[in-house]
């Protein structure tokens, strides 16, 4: 039997409700999504950045969930991204597709440069070097290219970009069927690399990496990758942040932003596969209820966050789980005295 095909054994054993589940939630979640469009049309903005953050946090559930590494230097690769789309946009093209592709190029270059160094230090050393990583590019962005940048005021170019083909995403409608549809895609991508033996082998990096040797695979590799397939979910999101305001400004890289996605990778459930999805919406929701009564919403939001881990220890997406699971059980324990009688 191959390696690949011994970790792909633990993904083949999910039980066949929640496999068929995980297949069809894709659909029903951006579904869900285009519905809430119609219903609340003055929420499409609020929309747009769940699904553009759910990417986003996505990349860091495969650092943070499957290999259990934790980064507070996300920022930094998201703004990389945005940053990357917002200088073409503004000096070089017009294009907003030919923006995104250089966002991803940049968020794979980072990943292998920065990759093949980080992940040979321990989680506790990775958190700090992240983090300082992301102060220094905050400080890049924001004093050191100034002159391309435009520092505090921020980039401009909206009025630069060309319409797309089949659907111009200049305009905010248009570009919400975009995300939409980009959501869609990397959500099925996304499951497929849960259940495949790469996935496997991120999640067993955490919990055994000597199995992983005695497997024959190089675990500093598989470390590399899994951390350039984060920094390049975060440089796309970036630029899709991008090209939605047609500006972007240092603020997307500050240090202070780098616990929202990893608080909303928590509320989901951490290596669960759609907790990124289910953590983000539930960030995002509980903060754009409590800044409308509250302006300091962080306090409000942290301590409603930590309620919420000390219920469900498993994340929301868990809880659905095992909610489900439960609701199963008694209806077959019920259909069985029934029978029995």
């Known amino acids: 039997m191959s390696k690949a095909k011994n970790l792909q054994i633990r993904a083949d054993t999910m039980a066949p409700h929640r496999r068929g589940l995980s ?3 894709p659909f029903l979640f951006v579904g869900l999504l285009i519905v809430a469009r119609f219903l609340f049309p003055n929420k499409m903005t609020f929309l747009v950045e769940v ?3 759910s990417i986003f946090a ?10 259990g590494f934790i980064s507070f230097g996300q920022p930094f690769y998201l703004s990389s991204g945005a940053y990357t789309a917002a200088l073409y946009l503004a000096y070089v093209g017009r294009n907003p597709l030919v923006a995104i592709a250089l966002a991803i190029l ?13 992940m040979r230090l321990k989680s506790s050393y990775f958190t700090l070097i992240n983090a300082a990583l992301c102060a220094m590019g905050l400080f890049m962005f924001q004093r050191l290219l100034i002159g391309v940048t435009r520092g505090d005021d921020g980039l401009w170019y909206r009025s630069r970009m060309l319409a797309t083909p089949l659907l111009d995403i200049r305009f905010p409608k248009n570009f919400f069927f975009f ?3 980009i959501l869609l895609i990397v959500l099925l991508l996304y499951r497929q690399l849960h259940r495949s033996a790469l996935g496997n082998a991120f999640r067993t990096i955490q919990s055994n990496e000597e199995k992983l040797q005695f497997l024959g695979y ?10 350039m397939l984060a920094t390049v979910m975060a440089s796309f999101a970036g630029s899709l942040f991008a090209i939605n305001f047609g500006f972007v400004n240092p ?13 909303a990778t928590l509320l989901g459930g951490v290596g669960s596969l759609y907790g990124p999805l289910f953590g983000t919406l539930g960030f ?4 754009d209820i409590v800044s409308n009564f509250v302006s300091r919403w962080e306090f409000v939001v942290g301590i409603i966050t930590m309620l919420i881990l000390f219920r469900f220890n498993e994340g929301i997406w868990g809880f659905f789980l095992n909610t489900g699971a439960w609701i199963k059980g008694r209806f077959k324990s019920g259909a069985q005295a029934t029978k029995a009688r």
């Open 106 to 118: 940049t968020g794979l270059i980072i990943g292998g440069v920065f990759g093949a160094i980080f």
């Open 23 to 25: 297949l069809v939630f």
């Open 251 to 263: 603020n997307m890289g500050e240090n202070s932003r780098a616990i929202e996605v990893v608080v």
């Open 58 to 67: 996505m990349g860091n559930n495969i650092l943070m969930g499957y290999m």
């Open 179 to 181: 995300i939409m549809a």
């Open 284 to 287: 995002l929701g509980i903060k």
């Open 51 to 53: 699904a553009t953050f």
């Open 218 to 227: 190089n675990p500093f590799r598989i470390k590399v990758v899994g951390f």
